[in-house]
């Protein structure tokens, strides 16, 4: 893949950026989180452009040559790589949220069945889990933590406009799953992102565990 970046774009971020997304990329795969080419990852590089992985490719083995810039609006910038099919949900959250730089989407299979089990609620609510404080400015386990879970399309203007309307009303968001498809969850950078991925894969088990023996 030859990528073209804009004169504004020095080589060595645009390099720096793609090897932070392999890298994590790498670590997810091996924890069973990126089955069958699914996931996509994204970093901010400025305020009109984002580095995101190509579309289908296997996120455990990603190189350098496996991202590409996309501009604001989901558009390949100095590139004719297909970006992640899912390219406008990364971008709503650089728009909407303009402190957040990272975005990570998964595909665990805890974070699969949650998106099952709660769909009917819209929301997975955790509560009282010390591991809550994981989130950014999260403070005390006694906090409601929402995670709300949207219908799954493969239209994403549709699932777009749902996080739309979450965040036009005013709550929280720190990651949303999508039903049967998996989690996004973002931050400032990627150490904060990473440990909100782990944070809510963790408690999303614990959640299933509770249902699982109080049934
Ligand atoms: C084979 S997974 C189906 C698509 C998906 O949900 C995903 O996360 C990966 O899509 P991408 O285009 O980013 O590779
Ligand atoms: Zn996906």
Known sequence: ??????????????????????????????????????????????????????????????????????DMQGKAVGTDARPSAETELHTQIYRRLPQMNVVLHTHSRT????????????????????????IAGETTHEAALAIPVFPNTQHMPELVAQVDAWLDSGKPLHAYLINGHGIYTW??????????LEALEFLLGCELDLRRLSA
Request: proline share 2%; no cysteine.
């Open 1 to 70: 893949m030859s990528q073209v970046l804009p004169s504004s774009i020095a080589a060595e971020l645009f390099a720096g950026r793609a090897d932070a997304i392999a890298d994590a990329a790498r670590d997810l795969a091996l924890a069973g989180w990126t089955p069958a080419t699914s996931s996509n990852f994204s970093m901010r590089i400025d305020a009109e452009h984002a580095a995101i992985t190509i579309s289908g490719r296997d996120k455990g083995k990603l190189g350098r040559d496996d991202i590409m810039l996309i």
């Open 111 to 134: 974070q699969s069945v949650a998106s099952r089990l709660f769909a009917k609620e819209g929301v997975v609510l955790l509560e009282g889990w010390e591991l809550q404080k994981a």
């Open 187 to 196: 931050g400032r950078d990627m150490a904060e992102t990473r440990r909100h």
